[in-house]
């Protein structure tokens, strides 16, 4: 029917079902691009500097907002940032607890514009502040997109004189060593309390393999190894109690 045929009856009205293929494509900009391009193959950060209020910006954008001029100087930074706002959050998107709570915070960088949100990769938000120093994480080289999640986390980093050392899961390793320790000492407990452990020799035997080969715990099993350690100190305290109500408790002759 000729599209510019008016419908006399209503019944000549027809539908018919088929899909229209369309695609999007949503560009980065042409700066946002650079920015982008420099993360995956340099893995650094692409600022632009504006030549009429020296203001630098980080991503790297097209136009100063301050004096709409195009800005054509464009450069890596290598800079320490720092927290400028950060949060902790507990739940996820669908409203679901996350296992541990998860921090994002605003990065900035001295003299810089601007800014990058990002994760932060701390074991407690306790160690983070307002004004935190820290470093981008990456992915290795090999596995850059481009995409703004080639940065895996912020970390912070520890700045002693003379020395700035990226706190490289040192924090991880000290709380996994302790744990470790913790784990270790508590089975010695568990074996030295002379705790019958007939019925729980299997999930023992488990767990010490696993803490012979320096192996973490899963949350399940350290709550199981802390029960045990409860036992057999419950366990303990009762073979002391009996031997020193032994010799009043018995009868002589
Ligand atoms: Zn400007």
Redesign the pocket.
């Known amino acids: 029917m000729p599209i510019l045929e008016k419908l006399a009856q209503p019944g000549q009205a027809r539908h018919w079902t088929d899909s229209i293929p369309l695609e999007f494509h949503y560009t980065a900009g042409v700066a946002g691009e650079e920015f982008r391009r420099e993360l995956r193959d340099n893995g650094r950060f692409l600022v632009s500097k ?1 030549s ?2 020296k ?1 630098t910006y980080i991503p790297a954008r097209m136009y ?1 907002p ?2 709409f ?1 195009e800005m054509k100087d464009q450069f890596p930074i290598d800079k320490t940032g720092y927290v400028y706002s950060f949060t902790s959050v507990n739940k996820d998107r669908s409203g679901v607890d996350t296992e541990f709570p998860i921090t994002v915070g605003l990065v900035k960088f001295d003299g810089v514009k601007g800014g990058i949100v990002h994760l932060l990769d701390v074991d407690d938000s306790d160690r983070v502040s307002f004004g935190t120093k820290v470093v981008p994480f990456l992915k290795n080289s090999s596995e850059r997109t481009g995409a703004i999640t080639d940065i895996l986390a912020f970390k912070p980093v520890s700045t002693e004189p003379g020395k700035v050392t990226v706190d490289t899961g040192t924090a991880e390793r000290r709380a996994a060593g302790t744990k470790d320790d913790e784990a270790r000492s508590l089975l010695h407990s568990i074996e030295e309390s002379g705790y019958p452990i007939e019925e729980d020799e299997m999930t023992i035997s488990a767990l010490r393999n696993k803490i012979g080969k320096g192996e973490l715990l899963t949350r399940e099993e350290d709550r199981l190894l802390h029960r045990l350690g409860d036992k057999a100190k419950e366990w303990r305290k009762a073979v002391k109690s009996s031997s020193e109500t032994e010799p009043t408790d018995t009868l002589s002759g």
């Open positions: 504006c009429k209020c203001s100063c301050s004096c001029i």
